[in-house]
């Protein structure tokens, strides 16, 4: 009987192991419980993620938490509460020796990722300040991700604050932060108004020392608006045009006005940038006109673009669409105002050509598949031209919105994206300088390496002896220990070195920044690998301090000889000026090993 009892029960604590078992990692527990039915992990308090392994701080205004080695990849979690319209004030400040980068995202209502936030900051900077104003009421979210190994202070303070805009000064802020509107005014800071159409008369009144507001989106430009009002009763109107909000006397907040008392009253203005202009109708004097209102009827009778497009945008290249004298004529396959957004999505190994002006877009998309590495290739067809890549899941990139980024000013380049998620990604081309290009997703192929050969086992080129990069396009020199080299290199570019070294026991390689500004600090990154070219991801040891104008890097082995080819990488920091080159100094020596 004894012994049935024991069968029993190991077999009772077998399925209670494989019960638990179900879930990632037992939920660590005591972090939390198991849920054998569904397989999820139901997380205490103050623990989160998919196995509960995530700490999770609830945070008050104004009281710091901190954390030491946060691991790389790793997680740390926090959340807040506040009611509808509060502001929010994040501080994040990477503490030790600085060595770290700690990533922050901010998410409403749940746990953000790398992919799904409401905001974040990727920089590199060890001081983060992230501000949200008028925030709709929830639980916000703040997820620190340490893209390398960190330890941190996180804070966050909430204020009441103002409404939105203050109202943009055509309405009052209420107790609640709701801005109550002056009539013709809605929004929530009271800056919309009615729409005006080209050639349709607006009939309409307006009251003494009141506004009536139209507002007209400029899509090409230069445009031409001219804008006619005709006084129906006694009174005196005026007109005032603005752009971006709408216009207000006292802070004089207008591009043009017409202040005349005569019954007809006009504006013309040359509108040289894209965006919502506002026209405003004043009621300046009502006289005697029944119920106190001036009538009037008010016409844009003309809102013409210029054709200037042949010279700016080009309508984004030929083969998105034509520039006529009304603006860009679009092709079947292209859309938007300067035709720079692709309709369907690239299939792999289609290649597409544009034209990005300066401070310009180009947008396409991808499909990729989970897991499955895809990389974008550019190449630039005019010269001094400056194409940046911009790569984002499930958005259009921007230049402070994206997930991968290339800025290299060489006339091809290449952004590859490791182990994607299974969803739309967003490719967008920008004009740093007004560039053409061809653009190709999918797998690299032979023809890239231009001095080398393509080897299909690392899916990548094998440069000949003196050249590196992606494309085998980029010359290497060499080292001789001892020996200075002076040397410039572009801003987020890169100039490589090899020094061949027979026995050593150490090799020590130092870089002293020479541009003539002796402020800059931070201008030139160094880098040193001994199995290959160093790229900002994968390398050996590096010196990216942003406040010394020496870097060094010390190679040392206690037990075996240093032998063979060391490779160093002079990169052109994202602190540099991205108009002018950086010059540098470099010297590298090593020991003999007896």
Not at 301 to 317: E, M, Q, Y
């Amino acid at each position: 009987m004894k012994q049935v009892i024991v069968i029993i029960a190991v077999i009772s604590a077998v399925l209670l192991v494989v019960a638990n078992a179900a879930c990632p990692n037992n939920c660590n527990a005591p972090n939390g419980s198991c849920n054998s039915a569904t397989s999820k992990c139901h997380c205490n308090n103050q623990w989160a993620g998919d196995d509960c392994s995530y700490v999770l701080k609830q945070l008050t205004s104004g009281t710091p938490y901190s954390e030491n080695n946060l691991p790389t990849f790793g997680w740390a979690y926090f959340y807040i509460t506040v009611p509808q319209n509060a502001d929010l004030t994040w501080s994040v400040n990477q503490t030790g020796d600085g060595s770290g980068d700690c990533d922050v995202y901010i998410k409403l209502n749940e746990f953000p990722t790398r992919s799904n936030y409401d905001v974040r900051d990727i920089t590199t900077d060890k001081q983060v300040i992230i501000q949200q104003t008028l925030v709709p009421a929830g639980k916000y979210y703040a997820g620190i991700y340490a893209f390398i190994q960190c330890s941190y202070s996180i804070s966050v303070t909430t204020s009441a604050g103002a409404c939105a805009n203050n109202c943009s000064g055509h309405g009052t802020c209420g107790p609640d932060r709701v801005c109550q509107c002056e009539p013709g005014y809605s929004g929530q800071d009271c800056s919309s108004s009615d729409k005006i159409t080209p050639n349709t008369p607006i009939a309409d009144t307006v009251g003494q020392g009141v506004w009536k507001v139209y507002s007209y989106e400029v899509t090409t430009v230069p445009a031409t608006l001219t804008f006619v009002m005709n006084q129906t009763t006694a009174g005196d109107a005026d007109l005032y045009l603005n752009y971006r909000s709408a216009p207000s006397i006292s802070g004089g907040d207008y591009v043009a006005s017409n202040t005349s008392m005569m019954t007809e009253t006009s504006i013309t203005y040359e509108a040289l940038v894209k965006g919502t202009y506002y026209i405003g109708v004043f009621g300046f004097w009502v006289g005697n006109n029944p119920g106190g209102t001036i009538g009037y009827t008010l016409t844009l009778v003309t809102a013409s673009g210029t054709g200037n497009c042949a010279n700016t945008t080009r309508c984004s290249g030929p083969t998105h669409g034509n520039c006529t004298s009304t603006g860009c004529k679009c092709s079947s396959a292209f859309e938007g105002a300067d035709c720079e957004t692709m309709k369907a999505p690239l299939t792999e190994k289609q290649t597409v050509s544009g034209f990005v002006t300066d401070s310009a877009w180009n947008y396409y998309r991808y499909p990729a598949v989970e897991n499955k590495e895809f990389t974008i290739s550019v190449t630039q067809t005019t010269p001094d031209a400056d194409c940046d890549l911009y790569v984002r899941a499930e958005g259009k990139p921007d230049l402070s919105e994206y997930d991968w980024a290339e800025f290299g000013q060489s006339s091809r380049f290449s952004l590859t994206v490791p182990e994607p998620s299974n969803s739309v990604w967003w490719i967008g081309v920008y004009g740093w300088i007004a560039c053409s290009y061809t653009l190709t997703v999918g797998d690299r192929t032979n023809t890239s390496c231009g001095n080398g050969v393509w080897d299909s086992s690392i899916d990548g080129c094998v440069c000949n002896a003196g050249w590196a990069g992606a494309f085998c396009d980029q010359k290497s020199s060499v080292l001789t220990s001892g020996t200075v080299v002076n040397s410039t290199v572009g801003f987020n570019e890169w100039s490589y070195f090899t020094i061949e070294i027979p026995e050593a026991h150490s090799l020590e390689v130092r870089l002293k920044e020479t541009t003539s500004n002796s402020t800059d600090r931070g201008t030139v990154w160094l880098y040193v690998s001994q199995e290959d070219y160093p790229t900002l991801h994968n390398y050996d040891q590096s010196d990216t301090s942003t406040d010394d104008q020496v870097h060094s890097v010390h190679v040392s082995s206690t037990h075996e000889a240093l032998s063979g080819t060391f490779y160093v990488g002079v990169y052109g920091s994202p602190y540099g000026k991205a108009d002018a080159a950086n010059s540098f100094s470099l010297v590298a020596w090593f020991t003999d090993f007896k």
